[in-house]
């Protein structure tokens, strides 16, 4: 979980650096910097218990550390999405670069085709506000993210996900 999360600082990193907007692109860099803290500090925790045994006190600062790092994870995300709305400039040749962007230019593309279907089949009242029963959510990076099958290969294998869990809980 801990070295997932510093993929998802190596993202921030990049794209902050693609970010055109400079408020969006610190704010990016910051949500990273918290990231790679605290996925630093779960790695370290991982470890001193690895070598300490089981203790009731070191499991729920493991699962404390798990815990911030989600939504740590969830902040660059949202973050990412500010920077994905505001553009992006061009990707260097960097094949890591390139596939950052290619990953946001699909999640733009999904958010624009759902802006637009939103728009044929107005699902608002009288008044103009949204009903709530028959919208669909936006899309998210987040959920983008859970549908992608795992880059990395060193992953260790897991059983099938139990009913509820995703894709995102087994590799952040």
Known sequence: IASDGQVVVRFGHILAKQCLD?????????ASEHTHTISSQLG????????????RA???LLL???????RAVRHVLRAAEAACVKGLGQPSPDA????VAAFCLQWKKNL??????????????????????EAEAEPTL???VQEQPPQTRNIPKHPSPRKGHTVMDRHL
Request: glycine content about 4%; hydrophobic content about 35%; overall charge positive.
């Open 22 to 30: 400079q408020r969006c692109s610190r704010e990016l860099l910051r």
């Open 44 to 55: 370290i925790v991982a470890r001193v218990k690895a070598v300490t045994g089981e203790s």
């Open 58 to 60: 070191s499991l729920e």
């Open 64 to 70: 404390s550390n798990a815990q911030n790092l989600v």
């Open 96 to 99: 890591e670069e390139e596939e």
């Open 112 to 133: 624009s085709w759902h802006r637009a279907k939103e728009a044929l089949h107005s699902s608002r009242d009288e008044l103009g506000l949204r009903k709530t029963r």
């Open 142 to 144: 987040m959920a983008l």
